[in-house]
């Protein structure tokens, strides 16, 4: 028999909501091996979110520089003059 599927992911905040329930249930339970387990889990979803998060942060910050340079260089008459560094050049 094959196995299903599952369509829906689960969220961040349902995974980790989950993990808790088992923790607490494994602290009940006096077995810590698993508690332990649900920890590690826990810390490695959080670090996963963070880097999500990190990562869309970077890509927001890149497409306002794209633009923005973009933007620059077609309201400029001379593109080479973009760069600052190229403003303080002395002119011979």
Same mark, same amino acid.
């Given at each position: 028999m094959a196995r299903k599927k599952i369509v829906a992911a689960y969220s961040f905040a349902e995974s980790f909501e989950m993990l808790n329930k088992l923790q607490q249930m494994a602290i009940d339970e006096g077995n810590i091996s698993?508690?332990?387990?649900?920890?590690?889990?826990?810390?490695?979803?959080? !670090?996963?979110?963070?880097?999500?998060?990190?990562?869309?942060?970077?890509?927001?910050?890149?497409?306002?520089?794209?633009?923005?340079?973009?933007?620059?260089?077609?309201?400029?008459?001379?593109? !080479?003059?973009i760069c600052t560094a190229d403003k303080t050049k002395e002119k011979v």
């Open positions: 698993l508690a332990l387990k649900a920890e590690e889990l826990k810390c490695k979803i959080a !670090a996963l979110q963070a880097d999500k998060e990190s990562h869309l942060t970077n890509e927001n910050l890149t497409g306002i520089l794209v633009d923005f340079i973009n933007e620059e260089q077609s309201n400029s008459k001379n593109s !080479a003059d």
